[in-house]
């Protein structure tokens, strides 16, 4: 593919990679440190095009850093290529909007404006994807998989019973779910063809409880293996009161496997979205609600304040002295995972102290 831009090369050039990366293709572009354009190119997202990039921007000059779209997606693989050749990667995930409705939108434009990484508006280090963590990450979105299917499964089931007929209906509505569930996976219906109606219910509650129970085996695989990489990732974790594996997982997956990238507990709270942001005007000085962030990150903060609040007598007797102060149930959550937060900072990156800005 042509270039849109190209000027003379210097092989001593230092350079900024841009990559509009999809699943097929992955579009480059390179700039130099003036903001100048250098040259774009089109390239296959396998091992072979990814080697191809990196030789095709070693002609123009040296790569200082790359910026690259979707490094936990289609650039995933590109990324990995760009590390082990020592190049420095930084997220983009935030289009120039203002931009786009200027100029519109094209693969090489979005190319060279993933490029402008020296501009400082890229900051975000991608996550490695190679380790524990990642190990951790794919069972743990298996998990969640598989608890939202086995929630659904039963919910089917139990409109089923709902509408099946008396005698049906009778023998399993007293029944506790487990108890249910087996019954339904024991029935033994007659064929479809001669048993009519009856014979369909049952066929369909014995089908629909072998997958819940299959769903449930699956889980408790998935829980056997997430328990053992998790101790083994972060054991210093899972020691604190209130965090239990399944949202220990979530926290290392939010964080990344290099947890250096989160620099400071205040970034760390901002990634989970429990951050306060500045909403003052004039005279009125307030606070409010921030909602950007990893909202699973942000749940696994809820569930371990949930958890306290049962349990551990310092958060008991905190929410306590703050509800004396006329604080709302929300401020005091809000305070609580801000709090959780930051201990859980100084778990995970205890050699860099913690930021009290």
């Not at 990196?54 to 200082?64: E, F, M, P, Q, S």
């Not at 090489?108 to 963590?133: E, F, H, M, N």
């Not at 009519?196 to 066929?203: H, I």
Request: proline share 3%.
């Amino acid at each position: 593919m042509t270039s849109m831009t190209e000027i003379h090369a210097d092989v001593s050039l230092a350079l900024f990679l841009g990559v509009d990366t999809h699943l097929d293709t992955h579009h480059a572009a390179l700039i130099d440190s003036h903001g100048r354009k250098v040259s774009d190119h089109e390239f296959g997202t396998d091992a072979a095009g990814c080697t191809e990039l990196l030789a095709w921007a070693a002609r123009y000059g040296v790569i200082t850093t790359a910026g690259v779209e979707g490094t936990g997606g289609y650039g995933a693989g590109l990324t990995r290529h760009l590390h082990q050749a020592g190049v420095t990667v930084v997220e983009v995930d935030h289009p120039d909007r203002r931009a786009r409705r200027r100029y519109g939108k094209s693969d090489p434009l979005d190319a060279y404006a993933a490029a402008a990484v020296q501009s400082g508006r890229a900051t975000t280090i991608p996550k490695d994807r190679d380790g524990d963590v990642e190990s951790i990450r794919l069972l743990h979105n298996a998990r969640a998989s598989a608890v939202k299917a086995r929630a659904e499964a039963m919910t089917q089931l139990k409109s089923v019973i709902v509408t099946c007929p008396d005698s049906l209906r009778t023998q399993l509505r007293a029944l506790t779910k487990a108890k249910l569930i087996r019954t339904c996976a024991a029935l033994r219906p007659d064929p479809i063809t001669t048993g009519g109606v009856l014979a369909a219910n049952k066929t369909t509650l014995r089908r629909t409880a072998k997958r819940i129970l299959d769903l449930s085996a699956e889980i408790k695989e998935h829980d056997r293996d997430l328990r053992m990489l998790t101790r083994r990732a972060a054991p210093d974790l899972l020691a604190l009161v209130g965090v239990g594996f399944e949202t220990a997982s979530q926290l290392l997956v939010t964080v990344g496997e290099n947890r250096d990238r989160i620099h400071a507990e205040t970034s760390l709270a901002r990634l989970c979205g429990v951050a306060p942001l500045s909403a003052s005007s004039g005279k009125t000085k307030r606070h409010r609600l921030n909602r950007g962030g990893d909202r699973q990150g942000n749940r696994a903060l809820h569930t371990i304040v949930l958890c306290r609040l049962k349990h551990d007598p310092r958060t008991k007797a905190y929410v306590e002295r703050r509800a004396a102060e006329n604080k709302s149930d929300k401020e005091i959550m809000r305070c609580l995972k801000r709090y959780v937060a930051r201990e859980i900072y100084r778990v995970l990156n205890p050699k860099n102290g913690v930021d009290e800005s």
